[in-house]
């Protein structure tokens, strides 16, 4: 049987798209939580949390493994420390992130080696392959334009597969892109307000 995790990516910079009034450490831990609450609740997934920010244990259920990481560790070191038959990474900016999408990264990972769903604005949400990852991908859910860098590494063609793409929340204003009618998403629901 495949083991698959998802691992939820928080780095100490998500903290700034806090809105005002929102303290950031308390947006940052809410956040992290909503979209590690999205993937601990996948069927047949392994929930993993990769971090640079101390003082998380408590959003985690009990048992979740703790990859601690640098600020500016590279993705591809972190994808590295991870243990399983393939893994998503998802960046813990996405709240709302519908688990479908999630889903998909996984699926597509059959005819590709890497699959990446795109954030709005550029960059990507998340982006899943087999491990080992693939020696010649250095992925960077902060690049513009991951998805093109990615084929430009690429030794061949189709290597790299996109999913329908979603949002995330890298500054004050993105809060407004939460979708109220979707279900999750409640720390961060209930901190914005309260504001």
């Not at 698959?4 to 998500?14: D, N």
């Amino acid at each position: 049987m495949t083991v698959r995790v998802a691992a939820v990516l928080v780095r100490q910079g998500m903290a700034k798209a806090a809105p005002p009034g929102v303290d950031p450490r308390a947006f940052l831990e809410a956040i992290a939580e909503d979209t590690y609450e999205t993937v601990a609740g996948l069927d047949l997934v392994t929930p993993v949390l990769v971090t640079s920010v101390p003082g998380l244990e408590e959003i985690v259920w009990p048992g979740t493994e703790i990859v601690a990481v640098d600020d500016d560790e590279p993705l591809k070191a972190a994808i590295g420390r991870l243990k399983g038959d393939q893994v998503a990474v998802i960046g813990a900016d996405a709240p709302d992130l519908p688990p479908l999408l999630i889903g998909k990264l996984f699926r597509e990972l059959s005819r590709a080696q890497i699959t990446v769903c795109p954030a709005e604005g550029g960059g990507a949400v998340a982006l899943a392959c087999a491990l080992p990852a693939p020696g010649w991908a250095d992925p960077d859910l902060d690049d513009p334009d991951v998805v093109a860098t990615l084929r430009a590494q690429a030794p061949g063609r189709r290597m790299v597969a996109t999913t329908p793409g979603w949002h995330r929340l890298r500054a004050p204003e993105d809060v407004a892109r939460l979708d109220p009618g979707l279900e999750g998403w409640e720390s961060t629901r209930a901190l914005l307000a309260s504001r």
